[in-house]
């Protein structure tokens, strides 16, 4: 999986929270929505709209509004992928406690076929069918 490709299935998956979502495409969309929340704070505060909905620009809280859901629901289907439940998401409101356990576990590798649904197959394992 690629950056590319990981964002299109991110966007196309909006609001699914079953399946599974493999490291890649967790940590690609992850980086885009990094990235792309880098270029709203730059462009509004090049504009001075930087302070004007609770210390968020325009652009910010648009892009902000626009990566929520997607950001939830690829989380989910990441944490199914190690066979945990998405409501373990909840633990990002536990501070740093509750963050240490939930960035491992996004950061683990898959687990084989689980109650969640079968392994995602790699685009580097296609080629070994």
Request: proline share 2%; hydrophobic share 50%.
């Amino acid at each position: 999986m690629n950056f590319r490709i990981a964002i299109i299935k991110c966007f196309m998956l909006y609001a699914v929270f079953n399946g599974r979502a493999g490291r890649a495409e967790y940590w690609w969309f992850f980086l885009f929505t990094v990235i792309i929340g880098i270029m709203a704070t730059v462009i509004d505060s090049t504009l001075g709209l930087d302070t004007d909905i609770g210390g968020n620009g325009v652009f910010t809280s648009l892009i902000q509004l626009a990566t929520l859901l997607p950001s939830i629901a690829v989380a989910s289907r990441r944490l199914h992928d190690t066979g945990r439940s998405g409501w373990w998401q909840l633990l990002w409101f536990a501070l740093f406690i509750g963050w240490i356990p939930l960035i491992i576990w996004l950061a683990s590798t898959s687990k084989d076929d689980n109650k969640y649904g079968i392994k995602p197959v790699l685009s580097d394992d296609i080629d070994k069918i």
